[in-house]
């Protein structure tokens, strides 16, 4: 194989998902586009495509978007995308701050279509190493290297499933389920088994019961019910910017505490009307003899085995302790997300990094790792462990205000330390 000579940029940007496009933006603004060049491993710009479901809204205000919160006349807004495509007034209509998932997208999409920063697609980073002797980063996609003076991850979320899971063509974590169940033939799904009390866990079963009528739906719980999700105004604050602060400052037993006070803002909750339209549901379905929702509460998965068209879940009645077994078709497993392994990423992630936790680097306020005192480029993480930056560490709330002050950032360190122009990129 032929590799090419490596070429150069000064910020490689490794993923590009909505908190490195809001960051693109923010080195825009600060007038450092042509210094950066990002990686993305998808053939174009997507967000959450499996769970693209009808009817169902973002659960941020659409004034979070990618640059409103920092440059509110800035032209990357939501407001102004609404503007061009000539829907501003109809969306002031609907009297709503949530615009509908897919709408966002769109809006993410155009945004993405418009940065002013070079973005590779198709290009999934194989490894990342350190060159002593150039004193620089070494970035490897196929063929094709980089070199670069400092590292920007934004890897997102990945999916979680029980350890009893045995994921295969029958059993899929929600994140994939739009592609997947479209390979099947619906009328073939009678029996249809979604694992999970949170938010995607409920938008499944209501698109599965909406859309297969053929088909029984069960959601296994292993608490009581769907709880509801607290975003009254004044818990609301724990996602402003000020509110990482405050979480960064407080003791480590603060942390835990605030962490535990409010998980139900984020954390295996739902909102109260889709929990309503639920259970009307649910309860409608009583009187049928053959009920197409069913809720399996206080019940915990220990198994799948695949066999054939058919599942067999093996589950754990938490009342009783006793072990039961059901035969499905399908089952989805909308048990949520984990922080993504940056570290990972780099050859020899000890000799780079001062200190590492489950793939996760040690990070400070301004969600740059500590290296090693050799290393004199510098890396930086995008949605980091919730237990450093708090509950809006790995949401949408803060992308703005995330990305500003990393481009702030790393602007000072590039002034600092300007390069020759011909290495210089362009967009």
């Known amino acids: 194989m032929i590799t090419k000579a490596p070429r150069y940029t000064d910020i490689a940007g490794i993923g590009f998902g909505p908190a490195q496009l809001a960051f693109a933006y ?33 659960q941020v205000n659409f004034t979070k978007d990618l640059v409103t919160p920092r440059r509110p006349t800035h032209p990357a807004s939501f407001v102004n995308y609404l ?21 966002f997208t769109q809006y993410f999409r155009w945004a993405a279509d418009r940065v002013p ?52 063509s029958r059993v899929w974590h929600s994140e994939e389920l739009l592609p997947q ?18 938010q995607s866990a409920a938008e499944v079963a209501r698109y599965l019961v909406q859309q297969y009528p053929h088909a029984t739906v069960t959601s296994m ?12 105004p004044f818990v609301n604050r724990i996602f402003d910017p000020e509110a990482v602060d405050d979480f960064y400052a407080a003791s480590p037993k603060t942390r835990q505490d605030v962490l535990r006070m409010h998980a139900n803002t984020n954390h295996s909750v739902v909102d109260i009307e889709l929990i309503d339209e639920l259970a009307r549901m649910e309860y409608e379905q009583r009187f049928s003899p053959d009920p197409r929702f069913v809720v399996r ?58 200190d590492v936790h489950d793939g996760m680097p040690e ?42 002050e990393i481009a702030e950032a790393l602007g000072g360190i590039l002034r600092s330390a300007p390069i ?8």
């Not at 009645?317 to 990972?344: I, K, N, Q, S």
């Not at 400070?364 to 005192?373: Q, T």
């Not at 510098?378 to 205000?401: F, K």
């Open 297 to 354: 509460n206080l019940t915990s998965l220990v198994s799948t085995e695949t066999r054939g068209d058919t599942v067999e879940v093996g589950m754990k009645d938490l009342r009783t302790g006793r072990l039961e077994h059901e035969t499905v078709d399908a089952v989805v497993m909308a048990t949520g997300y984990r922080p993504a392994a940056p570290a990972a990423l780099f050859d020899d992630p000890d000799s780079i990094f001062a």
């Open 420 to 427: 020759p122009e011909a290495a210089v990129v362009s967009a």
């Open 117 to 168: 920063c070079a973005v590779h697609y198709d290009r999934p980073i194989e490894r990342v190493s350190w060159d002593a002797t150039k004193e620089q980063f070494l970035v490897t996609s196929g063929d094709e290297t980089w070199r670069a003076r400092h590292i920007v991850t934004g890897l997102g979320l990945k999916p979680k499933v029980p350890s009893g899971a045995a994921m295969s």
């Open 83 to 103: 503007h061009e495509h000539g829907r501003l007034s109809a969306f002031m209509n609907l009297k709503t701050m949530f615009p509908s998932r897919a709408e």
């Open 181 to 198: 169940i479209h390979r099947l033939d619906p009328k073939r799904l009678s029996r249809i088994m979604v694992v999970g009390s949170g």
């Open 363 to 404: 990070i400070d306020r301004l969600y740059r790792a500590r290296l090693h005192d050799h290393i004199s480029g510098s890396v930086w993480i995008h949605g980091s462990d919730e237990t450093v930056h708090g509950l809006s560490s790995s949401l949408l709330s803060n992308i703005a205000v995330r990305g500003g």
């Open 221 to 232: 719980l292993q608490s009581y019910g769907f709880a509801p999700s607290d975003d009254s």
């Open 26 to 58: 923010a080195l825009a603004v600060a007038g450092l586009s042509r210094r950066a060049v990002f990686f993305e491993a998808r053939d174009r710009f997507e967000w959450h495509p499996g769970m693209l479901l009808p009817d169902t809204t973002m």
